[in-house]
């Protein structure tokens, strides 16, 4: 019988995942390094949708473009609420 889990996202499917979640009428910040990113938060295709309309709530409630500090701050609610993430930073 074959494994039902699907693989995990490497770097470049992840910055690929972002690229196709964040929405598109949502403005995003042209210094927004998405490669960076992915490299440093490691994150399952769903977890990268929550954090990008999550960002994107955000990013509309403060009436700014999408940036590092919105992404991130997203990111780490979506690990937060994973179970991921504790003030001393992320879990292994």
């Not at 995942?17 to 990113?37: I, N, Y």
């Not at 990008?52 to 609420?81: H, P, Q």
Request: hydrophobic residues 45%.
């Amino acid at each position: 019988m074959s494994d039902p889990t699907l693989p995990f996202p490497d770097p470049d499917q992840r910055v690929a995942l972002w690229r196709a979640h964040l929405p598109s009428g949502v403005p995003v910040d042209r210094g927004l390094d998405l490669a960076t990113l992915a490299t440093r938060y490691p994150m399952s295709g769903g977890y990268i949708r929550n954090a990008a309309l999550r960002a994107a709530f955000r990013a509309a409630e403060r009436g700014c473009v999408i940036d590092t500090a919105v992404l991130v701050g997203a990111i780490e609610a979506e690990y937060r609420d994973g179970g991921r993430l504790e003030a001393i930073g992320v879990l292994e």
